[in-house]
């Protein structure tokens, strides 16, 4: 069934939408030259982003340079790309926890690449490549969710906006510094955290007048809830716990949802009907919902 309804689609933005995962924002059309951004980055040793995956379908990504707060280095930016990656082809994934190493989130960038990177030019090609990443990991097919521990600042507030869900420690804080350093956010983290706490809200905390520590956060509705532990390794065990609310259930049932909220996110009622019309064409009649249908004929509570 779910062949034959995809098949007979006759709307082009199924393809579209069907294939989102992988898909860029920038090209060659807009000036980004990926290659060229790359051999750039690669300057900029230190640091390295480490990928977990667990048995339960639970990514851990880990973002990890504790002796400069977990700042991203230009490799950092690159290895970061190559997890996206290969979180687009796990197909038995269903969740995704991002943290920091020891205790903080992430400082933003290595001020070292900041400073060499100094010209507009170098500027806006890295916001795109970032931008490019960001949303990547944004259309994941998995249920995210950032576990803020310390601080999380400029860039590394903007990767918290990212993920699906936001969790904190009792005295952890995010702080979009960028005013501070005379610039904006410009890894797509303004225009996220508008659609999570509002046009007015937003402007309070970019403009520095709001800071979040973990209740002003759960306050406004940036955080979903403050973790009970500052301990790292019990931080984790109760975000992973938290989370298991979301992705009990078949990988492809979880991951179709995903696909669909993403899909409302981004395109008009139009399409974003047709995506989820063509997103159930790939569930419905699959062994999750046979299975279901078999063992429960019809829900009841």
């Known amino acids: 069934m779910a062949r034959s309804l995809l098949k007979t689609s006759p709307n082009p933005v199924k393809t579209k939408l069907l294939h989102q995962i992988g898909l860029s924002l920038y090209n060659t059309s807009h000036g980004f030259h990926e290659e060229e951004v790359k051999k750039k980055l690669e300057q900029f040793p230190g640091g390295s982003i480490d990928l977990q995956k667990e048995n339960n379908g639970i990514g851990i990504l880990t973002l990890n340079n504790p002796s400069k707060m977990n700042a991203f280095s230009g490799v950092m930016m690159l290895q970061l790309l190559e997890k996206v990656i290969e979180l ?172 669909s909220v993403s899909c409302c996110k981004e395109l008009c009622l139009e399409e974003a009907l047709q995506s989820e019309r063509d997103l159930l064409g790939t569930v419905w009649g699959g062994p999750a919902n046979l299975e279901a249908v078999a063992r429960k004929g019809k829900f009841n509570k």
């Open 88 to 259: 687009e082809n796990w197909t038995e994934g269903k969740g995704l926890i991002v943290r920091g190493a020891k205790n903080t989130f992430s400082s933003g960038s290595d001020l070292n690449a900041v400073k060499a990177l100094g010209t507009p030019e170098d500027g806006m090609a890295v916001c795109m490549f970032m931008q490019n990443t960001l949303t990547r990991f944004m259309r994941l097919p998995l249920i995210s969710v950032a576990l803020v521990q310390g601080r999380a600042l400029g860039g590394g507030a903007e990767v918290t906006t990212a993920c699906d869900f936001r969790l904190m420690t009792t005295e952890s804080e995010i702080r979009f510094v960028h005013k501070e350093m005379g610039i904006i956010p410009s890894w797509g983290g303004a225009t996220r955290l508008v659609d999570i706490i509002g046009s007015r809200q937003a402007l309070r905390v970019l403009s520095g007048a709001l800071k979040l520590d973990s209740e002003k956060a759960l306050h406004i509705g940036m955080v979903e809830d403050i973790l009970q532990s500052s301990d790292e390794t019990e931080c984790l065990k109760e975000a992973q716990e938290w989370l298991q609310q979301f992705i009990k259930g078949p990988p492809e049932v979880i991951r179709a949802l995903k696909k």
